[in-house]
């Protein structure tokens, strides 16, 4: 089936089953690789995107779910000013190991930094507990959101 | 105990690093230098070496080692920077090509990066071939200003003539320095010129890896590619039998369904239609002869076949006649369970082969394995097989491997167009190569004081080595199996036996290897008999520690940061263990609470690493954060089970890895030294496992002498 997906603020027009997981269409049809494929059952958390600025997991939402919902991807989240601060949090604190989880990763960050700019260490790790890394970037992980919270308060 | 692999190591190395000095010196591969040569027509461009330098100055490195993670990508080329007077910024990498002759690592022989090895075989070779570049630039531009080369220095890139105030620029001087010849004697700097090794520098690939810019082998994409979802018979050995195949056909986007002797895929035009597709087939296998094969069936095989004899590795002292001669003997038996890797990206590779052979893309910790393997399941000239590496999502050993790149070429063979190879998470959990199962069989000696004298350890598991590298095999010893088996500890007698004994179970390395399972059982024990003596266990230790000062000051460090011996609240303690391998020594002191009902709580944990001369600090204290991370996995949930000769577990519900609301803080210490450098991407989690099992018998008073530490298993003692 036809759908139409708004994705980074473009409207993109697909044709698969409306059963597909939004995940597949984004990296096989839109060739937007940025989000990551590990589990398949929203238990890892590296297909993590923004649907109207919530964290969901694509890998287990149908396409046809979505309607007109606005997609955020890990290739756009750098527009956003949460986003601008996590990833420059992201590389100050030297984040990422393989790598691969760290879409996801800093997709949760940025949707838990947008809804609560000076979030406790418990409030990070309730965002942040759906989403493995096998490298063991835990501990940064929480110092990077820390230091992003901060410059929020800041500024 | 010096291993067999060691001995190995020395002699490649010396073969291997004069190869990659002579690589490193042909390495200048500038177009310029040929042109108004006699054979100035165009020739294929055959990358030989590492180093390349533009005429825009920039420096090419042909990377032999892979980025997994671990911070290859920054370390080594800070080594060809530190020697070549470059900015590392101005430095560029690109992966290197599958070649085992002009890429092997200069300490296991073969084009691999595992085994902790990247640093301790970078270390002299990289140097060296920017020492050499560097003093050819510098040759290049003293005959160009006819001055004499020790007048002249180089620096960011650039050779400078103080005297006269002349500079030219690498990019200048590439074309020049290229012809010249190479200098016999290369002189490295002392450790106290250094101005980029020993610095925190920036790691490189970390900008792409936050905002979903870096490529990793799965997110390949040749033109016409197609993508396909795998099943292989779940059974070991197992075979294909039967598909009805008509319902995965109408689902649309579904291009073919493809038969392997073992598997089955589905061809189609996303991974969302190959997956649907799979979903659908009605699939009959064939079992094969395993289809009773169980996990207490392979401890069985352990158990009965420790009645049997196997291989000393080592005989110290003459255990046996030690021990006949009546001493008082602590005896005790650990197992371990075999575990998956359940690297994030999960096992892929794209292939696609066409009339002049194959071309993968893939993340691999081993591109001249997978090309071998792919070229003889093919029966293709290995030459005729291209290697494209990626950024490696996860390697931990499981990409060692080259199973899930011959099985992509297999498919692919049936297509006309590249195909993409995505396993689901159930398909890597269940066709890992996995840790394997071990039994440890331990026994102490005391003398009339009590003081421990003599240690045999005998262990039986899988031999990975005696699959993966036969060569490695010297004395018909798995010099893996036994690494770090007999303790770094002072004592007159030491046994160590290995009783290979093989399962219907693919079994391969796992972050750490054998120090990893061999320091869990040993350190375990030693706490044992510090508490059965009475004794402290940083204590204990240390007393027997005093022809290993390197060894003996990471403990007394480590305990020292921790607090050790401080008083605890009811139902918290703190466990301890030391680890000695890759060249690097560290103690860990973990401290946790236990609840009545036996859930574990991590409080804090402290290690202290000496990995020699360390090339790049935050880059170590990460592996040290990430490697003592995946251990904790292994020690609170690590197990896999096997039914009816297949896994149990398939995803991360019943396979859990640790969370980060799980993980304490950590306080990562490295001593300074200037040794040779160390590995440190396992020795974070060889001590991990132990040190928090010990710190758990200081909690509850019990034991467990196997993994994972499970409220179930502390209920049962």
């Not at chain 1, 835990?138 to 500024?155: F, L, N, Q, V």
């Not at chain 2, 055959?46 to 980025?67: C, H, K, R, W, Y």
Request: glycine share 10%.
């Amino acid at each position: 089936m036809a759908i139409t997906l708004n994705v980074n603020g473009k409207d993109r027009r697909v044709d698969v089953d409306g059963d597909t997981p939004l995940l597949w269409v984004l990296r096989d049809v839109l060739e937007m690789t940025g989000t990551k494929f590990g589990c398949g059952m929203a238990l890892c958390g590296a297909c993590t995107v923004h649907l109207d600025g919530q964290p969901i997991r694509s890998c287990s939402t149908p396409v046809e779910s979505i309607g007109k919902g606005r997609i955020t991807t890990i290739e756009a989240i750098g527009a956003t000013a949460a986003g601008q601060r996590i990833q420059a949090a992201w590389i100050k604190h030297e984040v990422p190991q393989c790598g691969y989880c760290q879409s996801g990763q800093v997709m949760s960050a940025c949707a838990l930094l947008a809804a609560n700019p000076t979030p406790s260490d418990t409030d990070i790790d309730a965002a942040m507990a759906g989403n493995l890394c096998r490298c063991g970037t835990y501990p940064r992980i929480r110092a990077a959101i820390k230091s992003a919270a901060g410059a929020d308060t800041k500024g | 105990m010096e291993t067999p692999r060691h001995r190995i190591g020395r002699r490649s190395f010396l073969t291997a690093s004069l190869g990659l000095t002579g690589a490193m010196v042909v390495a200048f591969n500038w177009p310029d230098s040929r042109m108004g040569s006699a054979d100035a027509a165009p020739r294929i461009f055959q990358p030989n070496a590492f180093i390349s330098i533009g005429a825009d100055g920039l420096v090419t490195l042909v990377m032999p080692f892979v980025e997994m993670g671990q911070g290859t990508y920054t370390a080594v080329p800070m080594l060809i920077a530190e020697e070549l007077e470059v900015d590392l910024a101005s430095v560029r990498l690109e992966h290197a090509p599958a070649d085992e002759k002009r890429y092997g690592h200069p300490l296991f022989g073969s084009q691999i990066t595992g085994g902790s090895g990247t640093i301790r075989g970078a270390w002299e070779p990289m140097r060296k071939a920017g020492a050499a570049a560097r003093m050819m630039l510098v040759a290049a531009a003293a005959r160009e200003w006819k001055v004499d080369a020790s007048t002249c220095r180089a620096s960011n890139g650039e050779v400078l003539h103080p005297s006269s105030g002349r500079k030219l620029g690498y990019g200048q001087l590439a074309a020049k320095a290229a012809v010249l010849p190479v200098p016999d004697q290369i002189t490295l700097k002392p450790a106290s010129a250094f101005t980029l090794v020993g610095t925190s520098a920036k790691r490189l690939d970390v900008p792409a890896k936050v905002n979903g810019s870096a490529r990793f082998g799965i997110d390949a994409n040749p033109p016409g590619m197609k993508i396909a979802a795998v099943a292989a018979c779940p059974v070991f050995g197992g075979r294909l039998a039967e598909v009805d195949e008509s319902k995965a056909r109408a689902i649309k986007g579904v291009r073919k369904i493809v038969r392997l002797d073992d598997a089955v895929a589905v061809v189609a035009d996303h991974t969302g239609a190959a997956r649907k597709g799979l979903a659908a087939l009605a699939i009959t296998w064939d079992n094969g002869s395993n289809a009773a094969f169980s996990t207490a069936a392979w401890e069985g095989q352990l158990t009965e076949a420790m009645r049997g004899k196997g291989v000393v590795a080592l005989d110290e002292g003459h255990f046996a006649g030690h021990r006949a001669s009546g001493a008082k003997t602590v005896d005790a038996v650990y197992t371990m369970p075999m575990l998956a890797h359940a690297t994030m990206e999960p096992m892929n590779c794209t292939a696609h082969v066409h009339k002049d052979g194959v071309e993968l893309w893939v993340g691999t910790q081993a591109p001249a394995r997978c090309q071998a393997f792919v070229a003889e399941a093919l029966g293709v000239d290995p030459a005729r097989v291209k290697v494209n590496n990626h950024l490696v999502g996860g390697g931990f050993g499981r990409r060692l491997e080259a199973d899930y790149a011959v099985q992509a070429a297999q498919i692919a063979k049936q297509l006309p167009y590249p195909v993409k190879v995505i396993w689901s998470r159930e398909e890597d959990i269940q066709h890992d190569i996995y840790r394997p199962f071990y039994r440890d069989e331990l026994s102490m000696t005391l003398d009339a004081k009590g003081a421990a004298v003599g240690f045999s350890h005998r262990l039986a598991g899988s031999s990975v080595v005696a699959r993966y590298a036969p060569a490695w095999i010297a004395k018909g010893i798995d010099p893996d199996a036994v690494e770090a088996a007999e303790t770094p500890y002072d004592l007159a007698h030491k046994y160590v036996e290995f009783i290979a004994v093989e399962a219907p179970v693919p079994t391969g390395f796992w972050r750490g290897v054998g120090p990893t399972h061999n320091c869990f059982v040993t350190e375990c024990f030693i706490d044992e008999l510090a508490h059965a003596a009475g004794q402290d266990p940083v204590a204990y230790r240390r007393a027997m520690l005093i022809k290993t000062p390197r060894a003996r000051q990471v403990l007394e460090i480590a305990a020292q940061r921790a607090g050790w011996g401080r008083k605890l609240e009811p139902g918290t303690g703190m466990g301890v263990a030391l680890a000695n391998a890759w060249g690097s020594f560290a103690a860990s002191v973990v401290e946790c609470t236990v609840d009545k009902d036996g859930n574990i709580a991590l409080k804090r944990m402290t290690t202290v690493v000496d990995c020699g001369q360390v090339i790049n600090p935050n880059g170590v204290i990460a592996q040290m954060e990430g490697g003592q991370i995946y251990g904790l996995t292994a020690a609170l949930y690590g197990k896999l089970t096997i039914e009816n000769g297949r896994i149990m577990q398939g995803n991360f519900h019943d396979y859990p890895l640790i969370r980060i609301h799980e993980v304490p803080q950590l306080d990562i210490h490295l001593v300074h030294s200037s040794e040779s450098p160390g590995g440190t991407g396992e020795i974070g989690t060889t001590v991990t496992a132990p040190a928090l099992a010990n710190a758990v018998f200081a909690a509850t008073g019990k034991r467990l002498r196997t993994l994972p530490l499970t409220p179930d298993a502390l209920q049962r003692i």
